[in-house]
């Protein structure tokens, strides 16, 4: 079996990122026990990244490197931005956690797109956040190996995603 369109494939992988100042820096490992399953042919990851992985079998190998116009783009500084501190406030009381740098908060944009940003500052402005995708502005480069490939079923091709373990239960 070879992946292929309409495959369920597990693969596990080394990325490494480069922002152009840091050289390839370790960024995530997914380890062969616990691969990444994703369902080919559904824009599920970066298009050069499938590219390399089609017509491969269990046990293949594959070494993909992907410029960060490929990846996630270019980091704009216009994506930063200060939110008031009591717009923070209208989801939820008790169960509101507190807001602190680090944190990733999933908000909506004004065509209400779901996007996440990050808590880079807080001060008397407000809640400075971070719209761009953490690796903005990285070429990635990615090591790993074919673990699993499968038929998928009916029900995920019509979903567009991986069902059961290690893709959506409902
Ligand atoms: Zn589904």
């Known amino acids: 079996m070879q992946v292929e369109k309409n495959k369920v494939i597990g693969i596990s992988y080394r990325l490494k990122a480069d922002n152009g100042e840091t050289g390839m820096q370790p960024w995530e490992e997914v380890p062969e026990t616990a691969p990444f399953l994703f369902l080919v042919g559904t824009d599920s990851v970066f298009p050069k990244f499938e590219e390399a992985l089609i017509g491969k079998s269990i046990g293949d190998e594959f070494s993909v490197f992907i410029d960060f116009d490929n990846a996630y783009g270019d980091y704009y500084e216009e994506r930063k931005t200060v939110i008031p501190k009591s717009n923070f406030k209208q989801q ?8 602190k740098v680090g944190k990733v908060v999933p908000m909506q944009d004004e065509k209400g797109n779901q996007i996440k940003g990050e808590i ?3 001060n008397y402005l407000g809640v400075h956040m971070d719209f761009n995708p953490p690796l903005a502005g990285y070429d990635l480069s990615f090591e790993g190996k074919i673990i699993s490939i499968r038929d998928a ?12 373990l290690g893709g959506q239960n409902h």
């Open 92 to 99: 939820g009381t008790e169960k509101r956690e507190p807001l």
């Open 120 to 122: 880079i500052k807080i």
């Open 153 to 164: 079923e009916p029900e995920e091709i019509t979903h567009g995603h991986v069902h059961g």
